[in-house]
């Protein structure tokens, strides 16, 4: 048994370099079979002698590389493990998503959201849409908050209309805080999951966060934002219009949405509906169509979301069908 001990290490690098709930360390720790533990400023390394001095190798590259760049990226941790041991660098994760350190990295899944992923990086304007699970919201708010930590916007913007399955809220108990605070749950539980619920909070209260309902949008010009319009099928046309002529300077937005689940009251077009058929050949709007195959919920929710489709489709009500060229990639 060998031991091996790193000293001077600044506290401030150890939650980066062990990395959320020690996801680092534990990787390191199956890796080399090694104990590495950290007290007083100190880390010691346990185990075989060559297994110690690679864990020690890799642990000393990974705090220099923190020193310099503040972060730890998860391909910047492969690439460094597969340095000191000689093993082949594994190959960048496609469309990985560099968000606030969560435990897990985030990143498409299917061969939809890669295009998804692609659209909202490389368009201002993004409408993502497709069946429940497939991952519109969760993904636009991944790449919300990527912009955010790369200071690319100073603000994130989550928006929906606040209309559900045709409930008032002047039903609902409570003052108006109380009363929308169940509409804007989705994106909150999707921020909070990968930032932290306590930095999350911190960030509403400067004003760095903002969750709000659609009709709280009018009258506002939003710049340096990163701007994210949820269940937008059930937005009324007038709606979609004055949410997207708030985009400023130096701002992205991303509408998602389902529109076989519109809310609306009988006789209301949906705006999400409208805007696709009005904005689909303007340069710098991108579409991106998910489908079934890109649900990445239980196995279940496909199946569910087929049964439905299945009956839609008897019932002469089939999904709304997108210009063949905005279904997988959009052409502009």
Do not use: C, W
């Not at 080399?32 to 007290?39: A, E, K, L, S, Y």
């Not at 804007?184 to 909070?192: C, I, K, Q, V, Y």
């Not at 708030?246 to 077009?269: A, C, Y």
């Amino acid at each position: 048994m060998t031991e091996a001990t790193i000293s001077s290490i600044e506290p401030s690098l150890v939650l980066p370099l062990f990395g959320a709930k020690d996801q680092h360390l534990r990787r390191l720790r199956d890796r080399f079979q090694v104990g590495i533990i950290h007290r007083n400023g100190q880390i010691r390394v346990s185990g075989e002698k060559e297994a110690v001095a690679q864990a020690t190798a890799v642990l000393e590259q990974l705090t220099e590389i923190i020193r310099r760049q503040g972060s730890l990226s998860p391909d910047l941790f492969d690439a460094t493990v597969a340095g000191v041991t000689g093993e082949p660098i594994p190959a960048p994760a496609q469309g990985a998503i560099d968000i606030v350190q969560v435990g897990r990295e985030i990143r498409p899944r299917t061969d939809g959201q890669v295009n998804y992923v692609e659209l909202m990086r490389s368009r201002d304007i993004v409408f993502a849409v497709g069946p429940a699970g497939t991952g519109k919201t969760f993904l636009a708010v991944a790449m919300a908050v990527e912009a955010l930590k790369h200071h690319e916007v100073r603000k994130i913007i989550l928006v929906r209309p606040a209309v559900e399955a045709g409930e008032s809220l002047g039903f609902l108990p409570g003052d108006l805080q109380a009363k929308i605070n169940p509409y804007l749950r989705p994106l909150l539980d999707a921020t909070n999951e990968m930032m932290g619920y306590d930095q999350v909070q911190r960030l509403i209260q400067q004003d760095v966060i903002e969750v709000a309902p659609l009709a709280y949008m009018r009258g506002r010009t939003l710049n340096d934002a990163f701007i994210i319009l949820d269940e937008a099928q059930n937005s009324t046309i007038a709606q979609m219009k004055m949410f997207l002529t708030r985009m400023g300077e130096n701002s992205k937005v991303v509408v998602s949405g389902d529109p076989t689940q519109i809310d609306l009251p009988h006789g209301i077009e949906s705006g999400l509906k409208d805007a696709l058929k009005r904005l689909k050949t303007i340069e710098g709007v991108g579409i991106a169509q998910l489908y079934q195959t890109d649900i990445v919920r239980h196995r279940l929710v496909q199946e569910i979301v087929e049964a439905y489709e299945q009956k839609n489709r008897t019932a002469g009500n089939g999904s709304l069908q997108l210009p063949p060229h905005s279904q997988r990639r959009d052409s502009n």
